[in-house]
């Protein structure tokens, strides 16, 4: 197949650390999803065409011109959505729904609490919940993107403020649903925060990402916060615990046939345009370096993607792409709205 496009994800940092299990060896080519067109097909391949324009799941290697994936991880791409969409498309959208509905079951006047409110799951969060009635979204995120999110969540909070007194403050008995992609002292906080018969789901520990490379206080410092759970307790308070890793149930568990059955719903809800990914910017492969330190740094709102056709954007006299090694604890602003002037957005 022929790609254009390739989405950049939380996951693809952390692989680039070696903060995941079992880490591939290198050299790798990173990236999980891409879209393009059709170039060429395997004997016996039905349901496509050479020239058919897709998105599709990649285990490893989507950062490339030319990608070759099997093809119940390949879906057709809706006529009104763009290449760049189609990329921001299967990751955060699949991994927000399956959260929501298959998990935790989210039904009419529920609540939720999502972390990174901001990013391309949190936002996709957001426009799924908005297509439930009467649903309470919670979000945190840095305060800097509050301005340009703050339609889509019903209550929005500093992400380094007490959110628990925050959320109680409003909701006494607390929410539903939370969905932590931070782990750390924020498990022990979003148990705190269920109701009876509320589901907590952990989706990722970004929190370990702190610094450049892989750092090992950081690993145990999220470790030695995380909560450790206690069965009965759980029995006690009607509490449920779970996690997801939505690369694990395609590439290690091998259902691809219930994730081909959420994407037939989610194009669905697209072409009732009650869903649209949010794509933060685009960035040429030469890029990748400054791409992805604006997602070590928080700095994005929405998705960023991978444009293999695109040149790279001279560097401005005043940009730079040296790292913050608090990354987690602290954003530069000023930095920050230098690289969007010379970023192409999508409006």
């Known amino acids: 197949k ?59 290697n989507a950062w490339a011109e030319v990608v070759c994936t099997p093809v119940e991880f390949v879906y057709k791409i809706p006529d009104d959505m763009s290449f760049s969409e189609a990329a921001a498309f ?15 079951n989210l039904r009419e006047g529920m609540s939720v609490l999502v972390h990174s409110a901001g990013g391309g799951v949190g936002q996709a969060v957001a426009q799924l919940c908005s297509t439930i009635p009467n649903v309470t979204v919670f979000g945190t995120a840095s305060s800097f ?33 939370v969905l932590d992609c931070l782990c750390g002292e924020n498990t022990g906080k979003g148990l705190s925060l269920l109701k009876p018969l509320g589901t907590y789901i952990l989706y990722g520990s970004s929190n370990m990402v702190t610094g450049e490379t892989k750092s090992f206080f950081s ?9 450790k759970v206690n069965p009965i307790k759980l029995y006690e308070e009607n509490k449920v615990i779970a996690g997801f890793s939505l690369l694990n ?15 037939d719903k989610l194009i669905m809800l697209y072409n009732e345009k009650k869903i649209k990914p949010v794509v933060d910017s685009l960035w040429a492969l030469e890029e990748v370096k400054e791409a992805m330190q604006r997602i070590h740094d928080r700095g994005n709102i929405g998705k960023l993607i991978l444009d293999v056709e695109k040149a790279p954007t001279p560097l401005m006299a005043n940009d730079s792409t040296e790292t913050s090694e608090a990354g987690e604890e602290e954003e530069d602003h000023e930095g920050d709205n230098e690289n969007k002037e010379r970023m192409p957005f999508i409006q």
Not at 26 to 32: S, Y
Not at 150 to 157: A, R
């Open 2 to 60: 022929l790609f254009s496009r390739c989405g950049l994800n939380f996951i693809d940092l952390m692989v680039r650390q070696g903060n995941i299990d079992n880490p591939p060896k290198t050299p790798l080519v990173p990236g999980f999803e891409c879209s393009g067109i059709v170039e060429a097909l395997g004997d016996g391949v039905k349901g496509f065409e050479i020239g058919d324009r897709v998105m599709a799941f990649v285990n490893y």
């Open 90 to 104: 299967p990751m955060n959208f699949v991994t927000a729904y399956m959260m929501l509905f298959e998990v935790a």
């Open 145 to 177: 993107k509050h301005e340009a999110i703050k339609d889509s969540v019903t209550h929005l909070f500093d992400r380094n403020a007490d959110y628990v007194q925050e959320v109680k403050r409003i909701s006494s008995e607390g929410v539903d649903i």
């Open 219 to 227: 690993f145990a410092k999220s470790w030695w916060q995380v909560e």
């Open 249 to 263: 149930l395609l590439f290690k568990q091998n259902r691809g046939g219930l994730i081909k059955g959420i994407m």
